[in-house]
């Protein structure tokens, strides 16, 4: 079970009108129960969750389903929820399924993806930006999902996106961080808080992208398909904050050569 946070702290960071003090944020797909989800979110000391608008059902009654829906159990007193418009191929139908979001669960908030490769899942960038720019008219709190391209970045900024969500890998390929270079750019050109999306596979992939600087890490597979999932979800939950502690300490510089970790003024002579 995660330790709730000292309300007296500061926010580790904000989006809109919401303040977090955890810097990973989870999915809620591939896990083997709503149930697993549960123990796995709390396990990460996650505050907010996604979930993708296309895929899950909120309504069992029209299915003939029986049981919980997800939102009974990952239940929106206890986690901030964001909608996600994950299945979406034309910015037409991402905006019309963040309406159909806001209308579900009552928030402005809505992590944007319109995908442009169904093999790579890559995001289709101009759709995006068209997407993003029609919902922030629309008085959305949007996070786009999109490539570790600091341009694209940039301009969804000056669009009034409140963060930025760069991918580091293709979605659920568990690579890690492929292009270090670009993410520190982002994280460089931007002053709306950036949070890493896609590609993380393991714990150690997360305490560089915190190392790298980013605000925040979103990651569903590497939790849900992990041989213990809930073991995962609290390895990430301190490979995040190892992290985000390094990079605020200050890594020394790297040398080529050696540097003797004791002063050699003033050693004795024999």
Same mark, same amino acid.
């Given at each position: ?88 191929? /034309? ?5 019309? /399924?963040?309406? #159909? ?5 009552? /928030? ?17 960038? %101009? ?16 996070? %786009? ?56 596979? /393991? ?6 992208? #915190? ?40 890594? #020394? ?18």
């Amino acid at each position: 079970m995660s330790t709730p946070h000292d309300a007296t702290t500061e926010p580790a960071f904000r989006i809109g009108d919401h303040a977090f003090h955890s810097r990973l944020i989870i999915g809620t797909g591939k896990y083997e129960s709503f149930e697993q989800n549960l123990e796995c979110a709390r396990e990460s000391g996650a505050e907010m969750v996604t979930v993708a608008l296309r895929r899950v059902n909120f309504d069992p009654d029209d299915s003939g389903e029986k049981g919980p829906r997800l939102l009974d159990v990952i239940r929106p007193a206890e986690f901030t929820i964001l909608p996600n418009t994950a299945g979406c191929y /034309t910015a037409d139908d991402a905006v019309t /399924t963040a309406q #159909m979001g806001r209308e579900l669960l009552d /928030t402005n908030l809505v992590k944007l993806e319109v995908i442009g490769d169904e093999r790579t899942l890559f995001p289709d960038v %101009p759709a995006t930006l068209e997407a993003a720019e029609r919902l922030i008219a629309d008085g959305f709190t949007v996070l %786009p999902y999109i490539t570790d391209d600091p341009v694209a970045c940039q301009r969804l900024e000056k669009l009034g996106c409140p963060a930025v969500m760069p991918l580091a890998a293709p979605i659920g390929s568990g690579m890690g961080i492929r292009n270090p270079a670009n993410l520190r750019i982002i994280m460089e050109t931007v002053e709306v808080p950036v949070i890493v999306d896609a590609g993380v596979g /393991t714990a150690s992939d997360a305490a560089y992208a #915190m190392e790298l600087g980013a605000t925040a890490l979103l990651m569903n597979t590497a939790i849900a398909h992990a041989k213990n999932p809930v073991q995962m979800a609290r390895a990430m939950r301190q490979g995040v904050e190892a992290g985000r502690a390094a990079y605020e300490a200050g890594r #020394m510089p790297k040398r080529l050569y050696a540097s003797a970790s004791s002063p050699l003024d003033g050693t004795a002579s024999f």
